[in-house]
């Protein structure tokens, strides 16, 4: 899943592509090697954040920057272990986990791990707190599936207890324990807290806290002289708040970064070449891509016309115009490393066979309008569909819109946009459990995230199942189902899995998830 | 004057309110809000909702600009929709590092862009003259975020003399980290400074007072900075007074490029995500303080030119 090149050295991308693409001396400069020599000075690693900081609580957090920081600062669960090709987990802050029977998990805490102020030691009182905290429907907490079938925490001793489940939960140990809806915190320093907080967390137990935020400037973290689950190499971590990726490429290339993830079209030059004394690694992230289609619409109401669209694609062409040859084609929403991942596609491109099929359905000059965001991704993509359909009679109206309108297209409570939604390109993140990838074409999301309001009483009976069922391969064939019949309905053309390409600099070994995922808190010197 | 003074706050409080008024029917004509992006995806309707209502948003946009003017006038100007912070604190601590930019790049801009006018009107239709008319037309055509790539990629990449990103820390990396974002958007301003100074100079040099001035022999470089420079640089003092706009407008992009903080960027992230009580507290911050620096030009002005003084004093 992973490879790597070692070398021995006004949208925000639109205006840095724009520029960099304006000369070709500025070009010829950016072959140069960089000068610059990337080092982890003072015991600081500096690192890219996606966005800044906007909620640390664990029941309440919003963004994948959130998630990356309370990595840092709370003792998990569970956590995932580094440099491996697949998603492994281990105990962190639990000494153990021993599954009794499917619905009763015994659990040990590590004794003497510390929390921040007066908090003390934590213990399976403090467990039992936060992981019903987050289960309480009258908390509101947007992350209450991650404990849906949780019955309740039976404290046994001061270190120990049992999680007891109304029903088997596949997700426990892929996507809850080991993720963030898997993290302990005090009662005492919550209620303290009014019951919950945002961007100052009453307290914290990881390996680095909190020495100074300033916001949307920098976020910087300290070592954590109480945390003794791991040694940590670097005693503070700098993160700089840097949405635009080519912003943190040139950062990086001067020397203000250690660690960045790049932006997509750069990662065939650094895979090519990357700047002196720096590694690039290449991933594949779990988020995946694919073009919906409304089959609400009228135009696109016959699923004959569905499905000619669907042979008049070459995913193949979609993803090598979009992805400039750094991601594969896909055959399903569940990425390579999960259980569901999916083989083969069904419906493959066949132009013949779309044009059969318009005529079949006495479709002809079809005109469809192809929604997408400001992204030079998008665009490519976009622009290719649109030749590739043209072929087979039907004309493509590409639609860019700003990611705030984009994402209220087709959502229902936003107006009625979602009625002349036709074609659409999205792309949604995941966690490492395929039950994040199903969850939003089920019935109940129709006009909330299910855009192309497909709904299948099969596919919604599969998806409650599935995260039920304990059976590796049981599951896994459960998910593969779910991915052929959402095909099969011709709402969807799966394209791929998005890749992701990370820059560290000379003299740090990068600690990463099989999709690229950093985790900060392991990174090493040398 | 102090009655001119009342006449133009009267003036620039409507301009204010307006422009709030404006951005609320603007937002709310546009798809989406915050809410989403505060709950994350997997928020359910019925919190959606219930977020909702707590920001007021569910209410009509009338009744939400009156409540938000009410809540100006206790000096409240909201909660981050996504964070929950006070929307005052969000903005101050960015406004300092914009207010560090601007100031750079009109330092960049007045001080080269007021001597090269001076010298090209007094030297008009020399080699000097001709170069910096060529000159101050080509850093105007090229757009700023282009001269901003350029400058990373030469001094901060191949040269590493600049760092490339944030603003740093100490007066010394503050200084330091300001210049390339200082030279990319003052740069265009040099030319353009220097091409209006010095058409406003020829104009006034023609005037019969310079004439006399230099009948009863007083000396040319006197002349130029006493007598006509006073006169010439009004209609520059008013340009560097709307310019200070337009470079809350610019600095998005230079921190953007250069992956600074500062209200430029925080408002474009803002308007990305529906994010309402940023928008409306950043635009009624940054109009206020485009409306007071046109009032301190204005009143420059008639500190230094007599004839409007006069004319505001009628």
Known sequence: ?526 | MLSYIARRVTLAIIVILTVIAAMFVMMHAVPGDAVRTALGPRASEAMVEAYRARLGLDQPVWVQILRYFGAILRGDLGQDAISGTPVLQVILSQLPDTLYLIAGAMLVAVIPGIHLGVVSATHRGSLFDRVTSVLSVSVMAVPSFVIAIYLLLIFSIRLGWFPAIGSGDGLADKLHRLVLPSIALGLAWIGYLARILRASMLEVMAENHVRTARAFGISQRRIMYDYVLRIAILPTITVLGMGIGQMISGAVFAEIVFGRPGVGKLVYDAIANRNYPIVTGTVLLTTGFFVLVSLLADLLIAFLDPRVRNVISR
Do not use: C
């Open chain 1, 1 to 526: 899943m992973t490879k790597t090149a070692t070398m021995s050295s006004f949208t925000r991308r639109g205006l840095l592509g724009a520029g960099l693409a304006a000369g070709a001396a500025g070009l010829a400069l950016r072959g140069l090697p960089a000068l610059a020599e990337v080092s982890a000075e003072g015991g600081t690693l500096r690192a890219r954040l996606y966005a800044d900081i906007s909620n640390l609580d664990p029941a309440y957090w919003t963004s994948a920057s959130d998630a990356l920081v309370m990595e840092t600062l709370y003792a998990y669960a569970m956590e995932f272990e580094a440099g491996t090709g697949a998603f492994d987990v281990r105990p962190l802050a639990l000494k153990s986990v021993t599954v009794r029977d499917d619905t009763h998990i015994d659990f040990e805490l590590n004794a003497g791990i510390l929390y921040s102020g007066d908090y003390g030691e934590m213990t399976a009182e403090d467990a039992k707190f936060s992981w019903e905290r987050i289960a309480d429907p009258a908390n509101d907490s947007p992350y209450a599936a991650d404990w849906a079938q949780l019955d309740h925490v039976e404290v046994t001793g001061t270190h120990t207890g049992t999680i007891v489940l109304k029903k088997p939960f596949a997700p426990l140990f892929t996507s809850t324990l080991p993720a963030t809806s898997g993290i302990i915190l005090p009662r005492a320093a919550i209620e303290a807290a009014g019951g919950r907080f945002t961007t100052s967390p009453p307290v914290t137990s990881g390996p680095y806290r909190i020495r100074d935020w300033q916001p949307r400037t920098r976020l910087v973290l300290e070592r954590n002289p109480d945390f003794k689950l791991f040694e940590v190499d670097f005693e503070t971590i700098e993160l700089l708040p840097i949405e635009d990726p080519k912003t943190a490429e040139l950062g990086f290339e001067a020397g203000d970064l250690d660690h960045a993830q790049t932006s997509i079209s750069s990662i065939p030059r650094y895979a090519a070449s990357a700047p002196r004394g720096a590694t690039f690694e290449e991933f594949t992230a779990l988020n995946y891509y694919w073009m919906g289609m409304n089959e609400a619409n009228e135009a696109l109401a016959d699923q004959r016309v569905r499905r000619a669209i669907q042979h008049g694609i070459s995913r193949e062409a979609v993803v090598e115009a979009a992805y400039l040859g750094a991601a594969q084609p896909a055959a399903g929403i569940i990425a390579p490393g999960l259980i569901g991942n999916r083989a083969e596609n069904t419906y493959n491109y066949d132009p013949d066979a779309a044009r059969a099929l318009l005529a079949e359905a006495g479709v002809a000059d079809l005109q469809v309008s192809l929604a997408i965001q400001q992204t030079a991704e998008d665009l490519a993509a976009a622009q290719i569909i649109q030749a590739m359909l043209a072929d087979i009679g039907v004309t493509v109206r590409i639609d860019q819109h700003e990611s705030g309108s984009f994402w209220s297209l087709g959502v229902e409570a936003d107006g009625d946009s979602w009625k002349d939604l036709q074609l659409f390109l999205f792309s949604f993140a995941m966690q490492p459990d395929p039950s994040w990838a199903t969850m939003w074409f089920t019935g109940d999301q129709v006009g909330v995230w299910n855009w192309q309001r497909f709904s299948n009483a099969e596919f919604d009976q599969l998806n409650a199942d599935a995260v039920v069922e304990m059976d590796p391969e049981k599951r896994h064939a459960m998910y593969v189902r779910m991915q052929e019949l959402l095909e099969e309905s011709g709402d969807v053309v799966y394209l791929t899995y998005e890749p992701v390409g990370t820059l560290t600099g000379a003299g740090i070994a990068s600690a990463m998830r099989p999709d690229g995922w950093p985790i900060l808190a392991r990174f090493k010197r040398g």
